[in-house]
């Protein structure tokens, strides 16, 4: 089992910064792909960003490419996700994921946090 705690959501004017952590817990923090997903209401989970085992391989959707950067740091078995340039249809909850095989779909993650929110107004 793998328990994922995410923070740092908030409150957040358009064009400001968050950066939003996931702590892991449980097994090897390292052989896991990791990703963040997010659902505004009456929504599907959308795709945002994953990274690799390591830090060399990294995807993002296409509503946040440019403006949020995935970074995890193995020893202290967290990743992180920054998001700048922040607009209001980013406004959602934002959720932590691991999985053995990762990708851009949900189903591929087994492991998920209770998800932090974020809000951004204008």
């Known amino acids: 089992q793998v328990q994922l705690v995410e923070s740092g959501g908030g409150l957040v004017q358009a064009g400001g910064s968050l950066r939003l952590s996931c702590a892991a817990s449980g097994r090897t923090f390292s052989n896991y792909a990791m990703a963040w997903f997010r659902q505004a209401p009456g929504k599907e989970r959308d795709f945002v960003a994953l990274?690799?085992?390591?830090?060399?391989?990294?995807s993002y959707g296409d509503s946040v490419k440019g403006r949020f950067t995935i970074s995890r740091d193995n020893a202290k078995n967290t990743v992180y996700l920054q998001m700048n340039s922040l607009k209001p249809e980013d406004t959602a909850v934002y959720y932590c994921a691991a999985g053995m095989r990762g990708g851009r779909i949900s189903r591929e993650y087994e492991y998920w946090g209770q998800g932090t929110q974020v809000t951004v107004f204008s």
């Open positions: 990274i690799g085992w390591s830090n060399d391989v990294s």
